[in-house]
């Protein structure tokens, strides 16, 4: 791949969640790419996946797999002229192992040729892609802000869909703070994020809802099943329409845990961090917690926003319950966010585990018993999600749960 060329081809990415993916491409081109965002996930993500790929991998991996491939099959793209992309975090577990995946994919649908890309703002592990360079410097504030305020806005809409009076309004809402926020984006001011996020509080805040206190679920597991629609198979949507808040944890936490995670390796022995690296971290840490906070006291006023514990905190109610080396999946984050939960007393708690993930089944369904000693009434369900599941039964469970 020579940069020249990469630059000019349309680089494809599978859709995520909402509350992010609509800023990918307008962040990409700030970098100087054009990204196109494949649709939102689908049935016929599932089935092209599993006709493609290994299906004994882990279901996320199966359907980024398909959403890519179903997107080069529509014949909208010159196939000399795409990539595709994922985004990249590392880790512990196979998301590490997601471009060989792809690529295996990609080969076996007759599309061997086209280029994978990882998206990481650090290291970039098992791809040759000298070409393919993010301006880190460039676009790191606006991607911090614009993740924080996605991240946010989802939780003031979560929690104001399931009020409203005026159905519809609250997404009505959702889709045109994204709409703005992707143009700051495309501008590159990362402070007009500041006065987005308070107009946003201000209009959600003005919204007519039903004046009634309603059950909570908590919905915690796997990060990419959790945030993506399909891939959670809409559970949050159902229990909205029973009248149930759904409250998933904000994803600056999963990337949080970072900071948590580098000084237990290095104790542990098992990563080699320089000393040097090692001071500097608190120091990056102070410099994000401040911003998030800056975030956190303009969403204040709102009625919806419920500002989240600090990722020490977090780590310190997990620490009681598994050994913070547990970091593959989303490693002891989801102990931490069962303790979050039961200590605001949102006792019932759905934790999502995708087929094939061993990583998530150990942090979270192995340590069931010890949450239960911490926390007796909590009432954990576990739903296993994959991609030939019957969503009656998802529904049965659910219907446990919450009667
Ligand atoms: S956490 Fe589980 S589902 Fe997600 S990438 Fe890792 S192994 Fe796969």
Redesign the pocket.
Known sequence: MKKQKVRHKTILIPWFTDFLSPLIPAIAELAGYKFVNCPKTSKTSAEIGLKYGNNE?????TLVLGDLIAELQTGKYDLHNVAVAITQTG??????N?LALIKQGLKNAGLGHIPTIAVALGGVYQNKQKDFKLPVFKIFNIVLHAFFFGDILNQIFSAAVVREKEKGKSQQLFDFYMDEARKIVLENKSKKFFQLLENAVNDFNSLKIEDKKLEKVGLIG????KYNSYGQAHITNWLRGQGIEVETPPMTSFFMQAFINQAVNRKNGINRISRLMLNWFPLFYRVLNNRLKKFEKIAQPSRFYHPHEDIFEIAGHAKKIIDLANQ???GWLLAGEVAGFAQRGINRIVCI??F?????HIVAKGIERRLKQFYPETNLLYLDIDGGMAEVNLHNRLHFLIR
């Open positions: 991998v882990c279901y996320p991996a880790g512990q577990c196979r998301a590490t997601y796997e990060i990419f099943v593959f999946g989303e585990q995708p094939g993930c061993i990583a998530n």
